[in-house]
């Protein structure tokens, strides 16, 4: 079985490392409604990893500058529709160290959406075992009640945290198994409230200033003048992004004596042939540690 956990580097043997389970008592006592995801070798190894859409959606929510509770945090809405979250599940990602996309981006599977963190004040308790880098992960069936965007379920009780709550690991082999046969319909249902125009912003509308930052995220600057670049981009908004750039653009040979400039991608190599004046994507590159 392959899970593409949201978490790059997290392994299916152990995707927590330590890490509250669903259902877990917290260190308050609260039932903890999702995952906090681990990678790497424990501590803070995993700050700055990406985190990625597992799912097809709409960033419905991106909230940043919290300084408690789940410091900065996304939520997407699935397009897979059900009967249990007839408009769409919410997929909850936490204590990023930064968002990668704005409010309403559309996403494709795999496309990164910020970096794993230890946003929200948890830093304050040096030394405490909560504080670490990790991605808390949560899937909701619907918007918490009165659009809640900060709602924690104190108090509750395992039935009522059942109700609002997916179980993430059950969600994700279910829905995100990318050796399975889709086991359900996932067909819109005829009686649930249609999509709105203003509820998404089509990835051709994404803007220049907002792709940059998203091919920035992992630290490496890219020229938006560039062949490369504007290729990039233009993947990105046909739903074929190949990742944020992971090396600056240099100068290669081919096999056949073309000089070329290339630049690598998280999930490719792009490259610039100036005689011709074409950018073409020469390789893929598979990351088994995102994909277990």
Request: net charge negative; charged share 20%; hydrophobic share 40%.
């Amino acid at each position: 079985m392959k899970v593409l956990w949201p978490l790059v580097g997290c392994s299916s043997a152990d995707p927590l490392e330590g890490g509250y389970s669903f259902l877990d008592r917290n260190n308050k006592g609260v039932l903890h409604p999702g995952l906090d995801l681990n990678a790497g070798a424990g501590g803070n190894s995993d700050c700055g990893a990406p985190v990625v859409a597992p799912v097809i959606g709409t960033l419905e929510r991106v909230i940043t500058g919290v300084k408690n509770g789940f410091g900065n945090h996304i939520y997407l809405r699935t397009d897979l529709r059900t009967d249990e979250a007839p408009e769409g599940y919410l997929l909850h990602f936490c204590h990023l160290q930064g968002t990668a996309l704005a409010q309403g981006a559309r996403v494709a599977q795999g496309t990164a959406i910020g970096v794993c963190g230890r946003t929200s004040g948890w830093e304050a308790f040096g030394g405490a075992s909560w504080d670490f880098c990790h991605t808390h992960f949560e899937v909701l069936k619907r918007t918490p009640a009165a659009a809640n965007w900060e709602f924690w379920p104190t108090g509750w009780v395992s039935a009522q945290v059942l109700d609002l709550y997916c179980d993430p690991a059950v969600w994700l082999t279910t829905y995100v198994d990318l050796d399975a046969v889709p086991r359900v319909d996932v067909v819109p249902r005829a009686d649930a409230r249609p999509r709105l125009e203003e509820d998404d912003v089509p990835l051709a509308k994404i803007s220049d200033e907002d792709l940059k930052r998203y091919l920035e995220m992992l630290g490496t600057p890219v020229n938006p003048a560039s062949a490369i670049v504007k290729r990039a981009m233009l993947a990105y908004r046909r739903g074929e992004t190949r990742g944020p750039a992971v090396s600056d653009e240099y100068k290669a040979t081919t096999a056949d004596g073309r000089q070329v400039v290339r630049q690598r991608f998280s999930a490719g190599i792009a490259e610039y042939d100036p005689a011709s004046g074409e950018v073409n994507w020469v390789e893929l590159v598979l990351h088994p540690d995102a994909i277990n």
